[in-house]
């Protein structure tokens, strides 16, 4: 109970620190440090991240599921699949911009606010670091600490995507709504997909 409290104030908190309300006032209260936000909240977010961590790792104990056999092959190969595609994924992002290691002189915001750009990995699923983090997750062999970290943490992953969504629309319009009806939001499905050619229309719409 207490590290699931530990995990949603994490999450909660990087949300709030995301939201356009608090971006806006540090932009009218603190404008020469509003262009800094963007690397001032990742360095937070990494600061705080050992705390739950650490009581994840502490509260571990006996298994309540561990995958079967051959399966455990399977899950750990899904894993390390999941690993390389979120590296490979990275080169999808300004990560500048995204680490805020480029300061943004317009102001904190974040790397969705950046012109819409649909990857390869974006055919097939809205949010891939997101994908690829709940395949890492949910493949691992889980005691009560363990699944208690997954099931929080897969909360924020559906409640940040919709947040995220939420300023894309707002900033896409139209043409982001599209994209949403086309390719699911954390589950690739075969039927919902973008091709290339489709992908490059709906970023030039």
């Known amino acids: 109970m207490v590290l699931s409290l530990v995990w949603s104030g994490y999450y909660a908190l990087h949300s709030l620190l995301a939201a356009d309300s608090v971006k806006g006032a540090i932009r009218r209260f603190w404008p020469r440090l509003a ?3 963007r690397l001032g909240y990742n360095v937070l977010a990494l600061i705080l991240l050992p ?46 911009a995204f680490s805020g290691l480029r300061p943004n002189r317009a102001g ?8 819409l750009r649909i990857s390869t990995f974006h055919r097939f699923v809205r949010h891939p670091w997101y994908f690829f983090g709940l395949v890492i997750l949910w493949s691992r062999d889980m005691d009560r600490a363990l699944l208690a970290t997954v099931l929080v943490t897969t909360v924020y992953f559906i409640v940040g995507s919709r ?3 939420s300023r894309l629309i707002r ?4 043409r982001y709504r599209a994209y949403r009806r086309a390719v699911p939001a954390l589950l690739p499905r075969p039927w919902r997909t973008l091709s290339a050619s489709e992908a490059r229309q709906l970023q030039d719409f």
């Open 35 to 37: 262009r800094w936000y």
């Open 51 to 96: 705390v739950p961590l650490a009581l994840t790792q502490k509260a571990r104990g006996e298994l309540i599921w561990a995958w079967p056999g051959s399966l455990g092959l399977v899950a750990d190969l899904a894993a390390g699949a999941a690993v390389l595609g979120f590296v490979a994924s990275l080169f999808a992002y300004d990560l500048g």
């Open 108 to 115: 904190p915001d974040t790397v969705l606010s950046a012109p």
């Open 163 to 165: 947040l995220e969504e």
């Open 171 to 174: 900033e896409h319009g139209e």
